[in-house]
Nanobody, 121 residues
Framework: QVQLVESGGGLVQPGESLRLSCAVS????????MAWYRQAPGKQRELVAS???????NYADSVKGRFIISRDNVKNTVTLQTNSLKPEDTAVYYC???????????????WGQGTQVTVSS
């Protein structure tokens, strides 16, 4: 049974940072690509960042230069370091096991409960 457990969210002021973590079980983690998504109220879920099994990363333009995705294949975790946070980063953040194709990233049905990030002064 695949389980994803996100943590690390909170309420911060603009310009501050949060470190989000996702603990993964039920898969051979090191063989799988992972991604972080977010969903703000009233908006569609969007892909924030992805990391391949080999460690290659990609980011949405809106977070490029501010967020860093990384993985620990010993602890079976994927982390999203979020820096210089803006009010528009407010959302529930989710991790997901994904398939990275040539043209697109495909989500799996495996989702955690998410972690809330709120950026407000």
């Amino acid at each position: 049974q695949v389980q994803l457990v996100e943590s690390g969210g909170g309420l911060v002021q603009p310009g501050e940072s949060l470190r989000l973590s996702c603990a993964v079980s039920g898969i051979i983690f090191r063989f799988n690509a992972m991604a972080w998504y977010r969903q703000a109220p009233g908006k569609q879920r969007e892909l924030v960042a992805s990391i391949s099994s080999g460690g290659s990363t990609n980011y949405a333009d809106s977070v490029k230069g501010r967020f860093i995705i990384s993985r620990d294949n010993v602890k079976n975790t994927v982390t999203l370091q979020t820096n210089s946070l803006k009010p528009e980063d407010t959302a529930v953040y989710y991790c997901n096991v994904v398939t990275i194709g040539t043209l697109k990233i495909t989500e799996s049905p495996y989702w955690g409960q998410g972690t809330q990030v709120t950026v407000s002064s």
